[in-house]
């Protein structure tokens, strides 16, 4: 790899670092033994919803931040994978971006270990796994993913949507999380789901937190391949910050 291919790795690992302990931590804030949260919000349903637009928040700044400038901020292997398969990353981009994806993620949850103690133990530093149902947990899994990746591939193919790209996550988290949390958790996230498992040693029907957003993903995939949407052309694998790209490897180049 090129050198400024290693600093958009650098730059994609710190920023899943980074969602993991900014978003987490409003997991263990907000639902954590102690919680100062839990009594001005005691619905537990509202509290999702406010942990979801705060995990989406923290998405959205660093999406906006030096770092998603450099890497575009792809936080998660469903998305990398999503544009991978748009034709818009080398093979060397999609596996780089998983491995730096995936390690930032452990460190982020380490971190929170370190910052959080015995109330981010209480949530288990946020560990995923599946509700009483494992197969709602796996379609839960899968729509979440679905209607992230639609929404980003959306958002970024279209010219006036572009520049509000981030500023939808958020919005869809709020939502997602406060209704679909208890089926799974709410990951739509390979790496967000891996750190903490690999930090706590819980691993819980794990698989499915693969599987499930890599389905939705290649749901949302076939829908834009789909004669409705396939006039949609995304033409960098970023989500803000779309007229640089000083790695060279992020708008479409040969797959080498």
Known sequence: MKQNEWKALAA????????????????????????????????PV????????????????????????????????????????????????LLGYVLAQLLG????AWVLTVVWGAMGASQREGVTVPGDNIVAAFAGEVLSTFLLVCTILLFTAHDRLKPYTPYTIPILFAGLVGLEAPLSGCSANPARSFGPALVTGIWTDHWLYWLAPF?????????????ILNWLRNDVAKLYHFAHDETGFLRGQARV
Not at 46 to 59: I, Q
Not at 62 to 89: D, E, K
Not at 215 to 227: E, M, N, R, V
């Open 12 to 43: 994609e690992c710190v920023g899943t670092a980074l969602l993991l302990f900014g978003g987490l931590s409003a997991v263990i804030y907000d639902f954590g033994t102690g919680s100062p949260v839990a009594d001005w919000l005691p619905d």
């Open 46 to 93: 509202w509290r999702r919803v406010l942990t979801g637009f705060l995990f989406g928040s923290t998405g959205c700044l660093i999406t906006l931040s030096p770092l998603g400038r450099i890497s575009g901020a792809h936080l998660n292997p469903a998305v990398t994978l999503a544009f991978f398969c748009r034709r818009l990353m080398p093979w060397r981009g």
């Open 105 to 108: 993620a452990v460190v982020g």
């Open 215 to 227: 389905t939705g993903t290649g749901l949302a995939l076939l829908l834009f391949a789909s004669p």
